[in-house]
RNA sequence: CGGGGCGUGGCGCAGCCUGGUAGCGCAACUGCUUUGGGAGCAGUGGGUCGUAGGUUCAAAUCCUAUCGCCCCGACCA
């Protein structure tokens, strides 16, 4: 009896015949790629790379791709948002309303038509969304509204690197939310956020939900939904108490600082000699690191800054940023430094200086220390806050880190790594009061429509899953993503018996719902255990003579690689069960 | 944008310093053998050496320009 090939409801194919699949595999690693995730798509045969950061979904990658955008797309529709799709093409004067055509910068991939008009290729659909509520909603009768898409965006990154981990075209989800109040705003935020934290439970990834940098906005705030990975770009922050931050927004209140010193202590000019960074000038002047206050110059929106912090702590740019009022803050060089203070880098000090000071909180419990005396190879001693020098403004600009106390508890927080594949964001007004888009309220009144917006990597999120679960052989795909859910493997494809017993696994499989690729491939059986590994199937079947002779199949598991022989009368029924099981609650 | 590196059959690389007929492994194709962890033997095909200019009797090799790709950095005084 022929075996017939069987659909699913999005008309994806459950079964494949590697022998007729299009899945290059590698045996070797790419020479241009860094990353395990990156290493991985491309030697199991699911990207290929066109240019920098542009890559073509080759057909796996494209399955795991759609998987992922279903889990998505049911999780929105359940939380009550509709699905719609805007161009990726953009007038650049939708942009130039908003003020992002001149504050985006070179992310922005711009160009011209032939009548020299103003295009963009959209990295992002603030505007777009915006300009479309603004003529569509009328009236407080209309709201809530919240739209999604799912779509392939541009970001012309100055860097692209590690794949699909960040690319400069990549497919997200991005949705946005209407909103008459606050009230109701909240309500939405509310509702994505739990939409969110089920996605990537359904994605049965290890993540975690955390507090994020919202940026220059009064009053919004922001989640960020992280893959934790060792590999993560981010670092975040957890405290047994709840509380999980991004280290760019982790505040840190009241962390221990050295006490003050003996106020008698008078200040005391010493020659340091080239000490100029802060390990060597504590060894050098036995003191200890959290006695010195590093003194650093930046150039912000406001002009030159010095910014003080413990020698023994680190700024956090993003901190020192909303600080300084939202403009990115520049290091300055150690010419422009010099040429501003007179002081060589190293010998900066707060001292008698007429350019604005700015510390962090913990300069204030050490009440001074040594400082640069503003001259080469010089630095004071003992030098004493606000007798011997002055702080203009105070802020929390330190980083926090393992260790460090709660600002919720006090207890110590710990530090994990975190790839972000999810951002939940309450806009406010932001777009529509700078692009009119109002609604009229039940009193006749017009007000400004509250957003919120909200984004996946669905990509991303494909490539953090690898990065998560992998061995040396390869992928080991959660369920819910993989390319196939079974892999059968006759190792002896011209063997009759082992033919006719593959055939009918794949139809039974098939008919069970589950999704099977058959290697069908007259190779030899270590080729296919290597393939199989390297692609990472979740469930894999081998049928071979040996077995058959028993009435056996032998089935192995990628993630715990335990082996166990089934039957083969109820071998489809036992796989359709631990296929469930592996596809979890949904 | 700054620094570093690399472009040589489909993939991974050697050859370049010291100019002289373009090589290796894998892959592909044919045949025989083999068949539970990327097989063995024999044979075959496939490369404007990124591109453009220059030097030279002669350029993958030296020089210049250019394009592409990768890595590091672009906050830690």
Redesign the pocket.
Known sequence: MATEMRFDFHGQPLGLRLSRGFVP????D???A?VVSHKLLI?AGFIR?L???IYSMLPFGLRSMRKMERIVRLEMHRAGAIELLLPAVQPGELWKESGRWDFYGKELLRFKDRHDRDYIIGPTHEEVITDLARREIRSWRDLPVNLFQIQTKFRDE?????GLMRGREFVMKDGYSFDADEDGADKSYRAMYEAYAKIFQNCALKFATVEADSGAIGGSYSHEFMVLAETGEDGLVFCDCGYAANQEKAELKDYPTLPPEDASLALEKVPTPNR???PELAEFLKVPEGRII????FESGEGPVMVLIPGDR????VKLKNALGGTEP???T?EE?EKLTGAP??F?GPMNTNIPVVADHGVKRMGGGVI?AGELDQHYLHARLDRDFTVGRWFDLA?AGDGDPCPRCGKALSTKRGIEVGHVFKLGVKYSTAMNAVYAGADGQERPLIMGCYGIGVGRTVAAAIEQNHDR?GIIWPMPLAPYEVALLP??VQNAEVAAASEKLFQDLMDLGVETVLDDRDE????K???A??IGYPLRL?I?E??LAAGQV?L?RRDTREVTMLNLADAAATLRRLRDEGLGAK
Not at 25 to 28: A, H, I, P, V, Y
Not at 524 to 527: D, I, L, V, W
């Open positions: 595999t590698l045996k070797e790419p020479a241009d860094e030697r790379k240019a920098a950061g100055i860097r692209p690197r590690f100029r960074h802060v590093k003194a650093m110059l680190e700024i956090n740019p520049r290091l300055l150690p430094a880098m190293g900066v640069g980083q052989d190792l002896q030899r059986p270590g080729m255990f290597k393939d590994d390297l081998t071979s040996k077995s032998e192995k």
